[in-house]
């Protein structure tokens, strides 16, 4: 029987799931079950989800570019790396709801109606690409359905990390490197995706 690895495949999904429950938990027994420990839970999560989506996002782009031991691993895992997105997000979506229920005062000062319909359209394609994250979703929509819904939900999801990190640069200046890792990873898969010229006689 071979032995499970931690690092690959559902082992690293897993690996990633008690990681995000223990950095929730630990915020949460720090900072206690309130505003203060919430707030702190959603901005961390977008965070850890920001840096699990490029990692799937640039995967092959740079397995492509500089093929090598580490790009090869994430190209392997970009799955897994995209689901552990999709869990972090999830857990957003939690602290989100928690905040909404015990504390509506401070949730309407830090949201909108109009920031609720764009988070929500970018929640529903996390949903879809989660859902259609394994080779029978793939098989049961087509390959070519598949490929636009993947293609069209991780762009919205890109865009989304640009306007939500974006639209808190006047806060602070530190939100324009989030933006700034978002913008590297699409011009690395422009790169990646352009035709090659050979010089080679
Ligand atoms: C209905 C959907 C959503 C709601 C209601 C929502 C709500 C919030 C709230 C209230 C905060 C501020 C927390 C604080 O300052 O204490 C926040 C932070 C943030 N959210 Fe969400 N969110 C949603 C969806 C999303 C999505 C889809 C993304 C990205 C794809 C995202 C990315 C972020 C980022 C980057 C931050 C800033 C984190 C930081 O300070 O570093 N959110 N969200």
Do not use: C
Not at 15 to 37: E, H, I, K, N, P
Not at 56 to 74: C, E, I, N, Q
Not at 167 to 188: D, E, H, N, T
């Amino acid at each position: 029987m071979t032995k499970a690895k931690w690092t690959e495949g559902w082992g690293l999904f897993w690996l990633l799931t008690l990681a995000l429950a223990a950095m929730t938990l630990g915020l949460l027994f720090a900072a206690g079950w309130g505003t203060d420990g919430y707030r702190l839970v959603i901005r961390a999560t977008a965070r850890t989800s920001l840096i699990l989506f490029l990692a799937a996002f640039a995967a092959s782009a740079a397995a492509r570019l500089w093929p090598g031991t580490v790009t090869h691993w994430l190209r392997r895992n970009r799955r897994q790396l995209g689901l552990g997105f999709a869990m972090s997000h999830f857990i957003h979506a939690l602290a989100i709801i928690a905040l909404w229920q015990t504390d509506p005062g401070t949730f309407w000062t830090l949201t909108n109606r109009g920031a609720i319909v764009t988070g929500g359209t970018a929640y529903l394609f996390i949903a879809l690409l989660a859902a259609t994250s394994f080779d029978r979703a793939v098989k049961a929509i087509g390959p070519k359905a598949w490929g636009w819904l993947h293609w069209l939900g991780v762009w919205f999801i890109a865009v989304s990390f640009i306007f939500t990190n974006g639209k808190r640069i006047p806060v602070s200046g530190w939100y324009a490197l989030p933006v700034a890792l978002v913008l590297a990873a699409i011009i690395l898969r422009i790169a990646a995706n352009r035709p090659r010229i050979s010089i080679a006689a």
